[in-house]
């Protein structure tokens, strides 16, 4: 199916056969809405049309029908990383749990999952409410170990979900068990997480229909190029006309940092995935496989693997480049050959009886990383209001980020206003060049981890 969008058509393919755009695009057309023309007064201005814009306009007209929202979005709804998703719907809370527990305490972490936890299960009534076929399949995922290391890894986790409460549903199964599960010659150990999979731009696509339906405005292929304040309000620029908003969301993720005071809050890291052409009936009796559920590789630069529901492999993760000036140009770094190389053998490692498969699409996205490794949403006393930074587990948060913002916005004092990552004080990131040479020297060190992690046993993030 052709991708129409204000980004143009599916790249072609390589010289090896290999498309280097998002393979999602190609699964539901976009025709883009008419850009902003002229101005227009409102209750709540949003810049950014993925989840976290969505979501937050969903919850706000659900609590009170008679705001007047309107969203601006550069591109088309859906087209940042709410598009790009790999479509675990996860519990995870930033980097991880044991990153949450050791960060917050206890008590904090285990409120913080039963939030996200109703998240997971109210995303999927949603779809089912609004007929949007988000491909959601509640499989669930494996968190997988492939060395002893990793086992151990695994073993710390189970005992974290204890004390936050949630062991029953983990059950750590041991090589023989894990593998009736996934048939992989890699997998050492396992246990299931709950949760789902989903295809993310058709998400992003029917909640962009849905709130339109409730009386949103997103007016699409329109760019916010300036925020002031005027007379008590606020106004954001576009070429095309204002949008003068008593209230103020910065919903951009990735991309907050061009955002005045929001520079050194986040970094945008790039993830990478291939996905493979479809698995023919014969080449899926190969592995045995029979639930389908994702599966995640516990080491610090994660590796995971999953069937998209035309029966496609997608492989992710592995090593994420952060580009010198917070750079996301997808002209430059939408193919990156290297991060092809490394999937395609992890995926050869995992199932050497699908080493024939045939790679058809290999692209990257921009994941938006905070200094602390969780979210930040909260607002300043000027009346903006901002979440962003969820560490590439953000299908489940911008849900729960929704209401928190709802919350804040009307002034509610709730338990999701009072969740750990709500208006804290967060650590920001250097300036150029210290920044760069920071990641890269974070990198280097989680990946020597992850070739040796008898080395370095500490938690590192
Ligand atoms: C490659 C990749 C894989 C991921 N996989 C998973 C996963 O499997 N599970 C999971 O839970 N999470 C995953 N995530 C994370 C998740 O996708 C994000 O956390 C989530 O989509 C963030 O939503 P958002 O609305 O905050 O940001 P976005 O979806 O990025 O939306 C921000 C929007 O703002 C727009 N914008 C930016 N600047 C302007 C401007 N000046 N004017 C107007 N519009 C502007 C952009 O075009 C964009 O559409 C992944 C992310 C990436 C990049």
């Known amino acids: 199916m052709a991708t129409i969008s204000s980004t143009g058509t599916s790249a072609p393919a390589d010289g090896s056969g290999i498309t280097h ?200 292929r329109t760019t916010a190029t300036g925020v002031t304040k005027e007379n008590g309000r606020h106004v954001i620029t576009t070429p095309g006309g204002r949008v003068v908003a008593d209230k103020l969301v910065l919903g951009t993720d990735a991309y907050q940092h061009q955002f005045s ?25 190969q592995v045995h496989w029979p639930d389908r559920e994702g599966f995640v590789e516990s080491r610090n630069f994660i590796i995971f693997g999953r069937f998209t529901k035309d029966n496609r492999l997608l492989f992710g993760g592995g090593p994420a480049p952060y580009y010198y000036g917070r750079d996301m140009a997808e002209d430059k770094y939408m193919r990156r050959d290297a991060s092809t190389q490394f999937l395609r053998d992890a995926l050869v490692r995992y199932f050497p009886a699908w080493r024939d498969v045939r790679i058809a699409y290999s692209y990257g996205g921009c994941v938006g990383m905070t200094r602390d490794f969780v979210p930040h949403v909260g607002n300043t006393d000027d009346g903006v209001y901002h979440a962003y930074g969820y560490c590439g587990n953000g299908i489940a948060l911008t849900h729960t980020a929704g209401k928190i913002l709802r919350d804040l916005i009307l002034g509610r004092d709730s338990a999701y206003s009072n969740l750990l990552f709500v208006n804290r004080k967060e650590r920001r990131f250097p300036v150029e060049p210290v920044s760069w040479m920071g990641a890269r020297a974070l990198t280097a060190l989680l990946s020597f981890q992850d070739r040796h992690p008898n080395l370095i046993k500490k938690q590192l993030v």
């Not at 969903?58 to 591109?75: C, G, N, R, T, W």
């Not at 929001?262 to 009796?285: D, I, M």
Request: proline residues 4%.
């Open 261 to 285: 005071g929001y520079k050194h809050g986040v970094k945008p890291v790039w993830s990478y995935a291939v996905v493979t052409e479809p698995l023919t009936e014969e080449q899926l009796a």
């Open 21 to 220: 755009s998002i393979y999602w695009r190609d699964t539901e057309a976009v025709e883009p809405g008419p850009p902003l023309a002229g101005d227009v007064r409102c209750d709540v201005g949003i810049i950014g049309g993925g989840y976290t814009g969505m979501w937050t306009a969903y919850f706000l007209k659900q609590a009170d029908p008679s705001l007047d929202i309107h969203i601006v979005e550069m591109d088309y709804a859906g087209a940042g990383a709410s598009g790009h998703a790999d479509g675990f719907v996860t519990p995870t809370i930033g980097h991880s749990l044991a990153g949450l527990v050791h960060g917050f305490g206890t008590e904090r972490a285990k409120t913080a999952y039963a939030v996200v936890g109703r998240s997971m299960l109210e995303l999927d009534r949603f779809c089912r409410k609004h007929d949007v076929d988000a491909e959601l399949e509640s499989t669930g995922y494996f968190s997988v170990a492939a060395s002893e290391a990793q086992l151990r890894l695994l073993r710390r986790d189970v005992d974290l979900a204890e004390k936050i409460g949630a062991k029953n549903s983990l059950q750590l199964l041991g090589r023989a068990e894990a593998r009736e599960r996934i048939g992989s010659p890699a997998i050492h150990g396992a246990f299931k997480v709950g949760g789902a999979l989903l295809n993310p731009h058709r998400l992003a696509r029917g909640l962009a229909r849905v709130v339109r339906g409730m009386g949103v405005h997103i007016h699409e």
